[in-house]
């Protein structure tokens, strides 16, 4: 009769379409413009058949000790246990949720003592098992559980975002610390050159070759390098700091092999002998579409998709609710002496709503504006991300342009330095001429290892900005 009476009352009143509306999928509203990356040179020759985001990260950092320690922050770090435990969360909410569709069941048994004006006692009980089951004509059950494996999803994303967000740290604060070895080398090599000048420019000022001034400005830039010493060993320490919290644990020296050793790919071609700085592989190619194997890209796809079934769910509030409920159990309550008999009960129950104090209104209006809002936050996802996608591949190139130019410069200044001490030896320069090329050339050679890191720095980037690091 009930269920009768519900069918006549949503093809009477047209709410069936309503209804199936109301179970609708979400479809995915995520686009990528072909441009997204805006105008470069380095993608007018780049197929569009295999993308960085599909190397895993243990393919695209050879060095076995940057592998290790990888390994070693994934399986400690904080943040990445936390965003595994709320993916755990997520996964027992939307168990829950699915469990909606089942009828709730409840025993609960109760018993009285009553007596009038002190007479024989009565004693009564109930032992009924109460069942209620709700309908969801309307969807209200499907939209929730459908939001809640959206917010699995974005769970999930997150996790994958913090991977790759704690992939790219590592690797970046590793070769730091290879930066920072390979300039400890260079300013220890320089230092004992340029202690062998000062104590050359000594002699001739003891032989009254060269005035004290001479040896004062030598002894000024070689006590400069002295100093630039301590300050590399102090950032190295710093590094090995930062390293430590991301593995969660105490400070320590962080094992690393040396600079250059390993490339970002595998790749047997050098021309300066650093095999870290290498960007050919670049040219697997960067087609636009793969955005979309971007974490937080596809967590913001899930949040629109949440909103979407909320929105669902908050209009379903504005149609009926039907619930059948029964109970059946045992009871002395009707008259009737221990052990009792059996009580069945069952009703079907019709709520519609009709004035809720505009709640009903307002939450639908907010899951509206939420659901508007999540849409242009995910246009402004995808523009983030290939504003970075087009600053990595600009590093790249700029890197790989300057690189060629460095390495010159410093063979240049390496033979002006030597040229100039031989003749300051043979007393045709004078001091300022040796300590300038000195100091030239140091400058370049910190400044060539510099850009090396900048190089393979804007590699890791460009790898993390088109979704890699996440396997």
Not at 28 to 37: G, L
Not at 105 to 130: C, H, I, R
Not at 210 to 220: I, K, R
Request: glycine share 6%.
């Amino acid at each position: 009769m009930a269920a009768a009476t519900v069918s006549i009352l949503l093809t009477g009143c047209g709410l069936y379409k309503e209804a199936k509306v109301l179970h609708g999928e979400y479809e995915s509203q995520a686009k990528v413009t072909a441009n997204a990356y805006g105008t470069s040179d380095d993608l007018e020759d780049y197929p569009t058949n295999g993308s960085l985001a599909d190397i895993s990260w243990r393919d695209f950092f050879t060095d076995p000790l940057l592998q290790k320690l990888i390994d070693q922050v994934l399986a400690n770090n904080t943040d990445l246990n936390s965003a595994c435990i709320a993916v755990e969360k997520s996964l027992e909410s939307l168990k829950a949720a699915k469990m909606g569709y089942l009828p709730s069941l409840y025993f609960s048994p109760s018993g009285s003592l009553s007596s009038f004006d002190f007479g024989p006692v009565s004693k009564a009980y109930n032992m009924p098992l109460q069942v209620s089951w709700d309908a969801d004509l309307f969807g209200s059950i499907t939209n929730k559980k459908r939001a809640a494996n959206a917010v699995m999803l974005q769970a999930q994303m997150r996790e994958e975002s913090v991977r790759s967000n704690l992939v790219s740290a590592v690797a970046q604060q590793y070769y730091m610390l290879q930066l920072l070895d390979r300039q400890l080398v260079i300013l220890t090599a320089t230092d004992s050159l340029w202690n062998a000048s000062l104590e050359t420019e000594k002699i001739l000022w003891e032989n009254g070759k060269v005035y004290s001034t001479a040896v004062n400005q030598m002894e000024s830039s070689y006590l400069n390098v002295k100093t630039q010493i301590v300050d590399i060993r102090r950032n190295i320490r710093s590094v090995e700091n930062a390293l430590c919290r991301l593995l969660a644990e105490t400070p320590q020296h962080i094992e690393r092999s040396q600079w250059g050793s390993a490339a970002l790919t595998e790749s047997s071609d050098s021309t300066t002998g650093q095999r870290m700085f290498d960007t050919k592989f670049i040219k697997i190619g960067v087609p636009a579409e793969v955005l979309q194997k971007r974490p937080d890209i596809r967590m913001a796809n899930f949040a629109m998709e949440e909103a979407f079934y909320n929105t669902k769910a908050a209009r379903a509030a504005f149609f009926p609710n039907v619930t059948l409920q029964g109970v059946v159990g045992w009871t002395n309550r009707e008259g009737t002496v221990n052990p009792g008999k059996i009580l069945l009960n069952a009703v079907a129950q019709l709520t519609q709503p009709i004035f809720a104090r505009g709640t009903i209104k307002a939450n639908h209006r907010i899951a509206q504006l939420t659901e508007e809002d999540l849409q242009h936050k995910y246009v402004q996802t995808v523009i983030d991300a290939g504003n970075q996608v087009n600053e990595a591949l600009a590093d790249c190139q700029a890197a790989r342009e300057k690189h060629a130019y460095y390495h010159r410069q410093v063979e240049v200044l390496r033979e002006a330095y030597m040229g100039t001490h031989e003749l300051m030896d043979n007393g045709k320069s004078n001091y300022l001429e040796v300590l300038t090329a000195q100091e030239s050339l140091l400058n370049a050679q910190l400044s060539e290892a510099m850009n090396m890191y900048n190089g393979a720095q804007a590699v890791i980037a460009l790898y993390i900005a088109l979704g890699g690091g996440t396997k």
